[in-house]
T-cell receptor, first 112, second 114 residues
Framework: AQKVTQAQTEISVVEKEDVTLDCVYE???????LFWYKQPPSGELVFLIR??????QNEISGRYSWNFQKSTSSFNFTITASQVVDSAVYFC?????????FGAGTTVTVRA | SQTIHQWPATLVQPVGSPLSLECTVE??????LYWYRQAAGRGLQLLFY??????ISSEVPQNLSASRPQDRQFILSSKKLLLSDSGFYLC?????????????FGQGTRLTVV
């Protein structure tokens, strides 16, 4: 079955450290999208990014960057110079036709 | 622009009482709609999804039900709540299949069954 794996359950860093979150997607598809979402302590999920598997260039948005490596089926997410406001649960989401499912999530805690 | 409204934000209900949570989307038509539940400290569990009016797919057998009486309205219901129904409920919509389209979420309802 196709699924995403977020092996890191929790990551704790001190402010200004970089954080990299891993997401591995098992699939036989040759082209697909993967998604990242953020859930801050308030609870509402926020869409962060959608990337296509054929685009392996790094995507950068402010302190966030994403790296897609098709050879390893990994879609990693890096927060540079982390801040306390980055504390949240981050979910990787695989592509599915009708359902919208998520990985188990990685809880990031940034300490001042 | 599109917006999603979910209410109420917080709810405390006794065991055995009924439940009705409502979610509406504005600014789009024929969205895919979803209900999720998240237990404390846990991941997201997909409960129901709908690709059109009157079309409901259930992911997890339970005492909850969902209905989509209008194109942009999605309702989560229960006739008799159980303690295990406590959790954080999230409604979401997407403009197309999740294979390509991102989803947007409501602010959630925190339900405590006592």
């Amino acid at each position: 079955a196709q699924k995403v794996t977020q092996a890191q359950t929790e990551i704790s860093v001190v402010e200004k450290e970089d954080v990299t979150l891993d997401c591995v997607y098992e699939t036989r598809d040759t082209t697909y999208y993967l998604f990242w979402y953020k859930q801050p302590p308030s609870g509402e999920l926020v869409f962060l990014i959608r990337r296509n598997s054929f685009d392996e260039q790094n995507e950068i948005s402010g302190r966030y960057s994403w790296n897609f490596q098709k050879s390893t089926s990994s879609f990693n997410f890096t927060i540079t110079a982390s801040q306390v406001v980055d504390s949240a649960v981050y979910f990787c989401a695989p592509p599915e036709d009708y359902k919208l499912s998520f990985g188990a999530g990685t809880t990031v805690t940034v300490r001042a | 622009s599109q917006t999603i409204h979910q209410w109420p934000a917080t709810l405390v209900q006794p065991v055995g009482s009924p439940l009705s949570l409502e979610c509406t989307v504005e600014g789009t038509s024929n969205p895919n709609l979803y209900w999720y539940r998240q237990a404390a400290g846990r991941g997201l569990q997909l409960l129901f999804y709908s690709v059109g009016i009157g079309q409901i797919s259930s992911e997890v057998p339970q005492n909850l039900s969902a209905s989509r009486p209008q194109d942009r309205q999605f309702i989560l219901s229960s006739k008799k709540l159980l303690l295990s129904d406590s959790g954080f409920y999230l409604c979401a919509w997407s403009s197309g299949t999740p294979r390509y389209a991102e989803a947007f979420f409501g602010q959630g309802t925190r339900l405590t069954v006592v």
